[in-house]
Nanobody
Framework: QLQLVESGGGLVQPGGSLRLSCAAS????????IAWFRQAPGKEREGVSC????????NYADSVKGRFTISRDNAKNTVYLQMNSLKPEDTAIYYC???????????????WGQGTQVTVSS
């Protein structure tokens, strides 16, 4: 019954923008750290961003700093990933994941969404 559902993926041109959403249900959202990961074909899963349970602290991979912004609306049980200035190397399946905790740390995430495809191509 603990579910995460990603949405908002699609096909965009280089330099374009996309906003991903991760909708949570079935658990106490306010007590969980939420992270975004991505995986491109033939590559290992990569951590993209993480946000603390209150939304007060965020972390980003060096490859996306200055271009991506993570946020959360605990009243709506939703986390967002705003992606600007997209590059072809951002192409991947994007997943959100949740772990019980307060701030971003190395976690083994217990709950995962099904993923949403992001393709950046001209």
């Amino acid at each position: 019954q603990l579910q995460l559902v990603e949405s908002g993926g699609g096909l965009v041109q280089p330099g374009g923008s996309l906003r991903l959403s991760c909708a949570a249900s079935g658990f106490s959202f306010d007590y969980y750290v939420i992270a975004w990961f991505r995986q491109a074909p033939g590559k290992e899963r990569e951590g993209v961003s993480c946000i603390s349970s209150t939304g007060g602290r965020t972390n980003y991979a060096d490859s996306v700093k200055g271009r991506f912004t993570i946020s959360r609306d605990n009243a709506k049980n939703t986390v967002y990933l705003q992606m600007n200035s997209l590059k072809p190397e951002d192409t991947a399946i994007y997943y959100c994941a949740a772990e019980y905790g307060t701030i971003c740390r190395p976690y083994e995430y217990d709950y995962w969404g099904q993923g949403t495809q992001v393709t950046v191509s001209s």
